[in-house]
């Protein structure tokens, strides 16, 4: 070596620090690309025919209109098809769970498409089925099926909400 120049030299040391160092970056790096993406959800909400909580009918005659008001969610992470599906359950054993919709048949349905983040609050008119028993309650429920791209078919997303109402004269 000449005049005025130093020699460098890693030792075994030096080097294992400097891998480790290496090694770490990268996880972190990948780990903060790669992270696990939120799960996402969709909901469903009843309203008032005010849109507003609270104020929901107690009472409806047989063959009656009563308006309502539907708000759907959408955080899934991506655009969404939905259906908005009404059923009147007579009993408790006629309403959904969050794994099985109700086996009524639906008197109405709503369509619509929602981007990712956002909502809709719409206003519906519902009846109350004319042979409804005069003195019975029954539940007006509103369910939130979802159109799978890949199918091309409504499958129902365990959201659901209902109002229970006395048919009365």
């Not at 609050?121 to 029954?138: E, H, I, M, W, Y």
């Not at 799978?148 to 109402?165: L, M």
Request: with cysteine.
């Amino acid at each position: 070596m000449g005049c005025g120049e130093e020699e460098v030299i890693l030792d075994e040391e030096v080097f294992a620090v400097i891998v480790a160092l290496a090694v770490v970056a990268s996880a972190v790096g990948i780990a903060s690309i790669w992270r696990p993406q939120e799960e996402g959800f969709v909901a469903i909400g009843l309203l008032d025919e005010s849109c507003r909580i609270g104020l929901y009918p107690r009472n409806a005659a047989p063959g009656s209109n009563l308006t309502l008001c539907i708000s759907v969610f959408n955080y899934l992470g991506r655009p969404a098809a939905y259906m908005v599906s009404y059923k009147v359950a007579l009993n408790s054993s006629q309403l959904p769970t969050n794994t099985t919709p109700s086996s009524m048949i639906p008197l109405a349905t709503w369509v619509g498409a929602l981007g990712d983040r956002s909502n809709r609050t719409f206003l519906v008119k519902v009846s109350v089925p004319g042979d409804a028993v005069v003195g019975s309650r029954v539940a007006l429920v509103f369910e939130l099926w979802l159109l799978d791209p890949r199918s091309g078919t409504w499958v129902y997303s365990g959201r659901w909400v209902h109002a229970w109402v006395q048919v009365m004269e």
